[in-house]
């Protein structure tokens, strides 16, 4: 069986992404967690009692804290596993 360049070059590429997602990276990992945290824990204290007819009870409010919390991370470890697989370029701009 024969495969193009380009055909190699895309199954490394998915298996970049796929052993970061099984192993991780230490350092993005505890930074990620510590700013998921924080952002949960900032959004929780955002809640008004007053307020809850627009958010719901405090039980509501903090199911739907961690529900977006949990789709930042999964956004953000995509976008890393991209970066880290070449997809996607970090530009630094000063």
Known sequence: MKITK???KRIIKEEKVSLLREVGDPIADELL???ILRLANELYALYVPEDVDRFGSPEEYEEQVDKLAD???GFVRTRLGD???GDIRLEIRR
Do not use: H, T
């Open 71 to 73: 789709e930042v991370e």
């Open 83 to 85: 970066l880290y697989a």
């Open 33 to 35: 967690s510590n700013f």
């Open 6 to 8: 380009r055909q190699l």
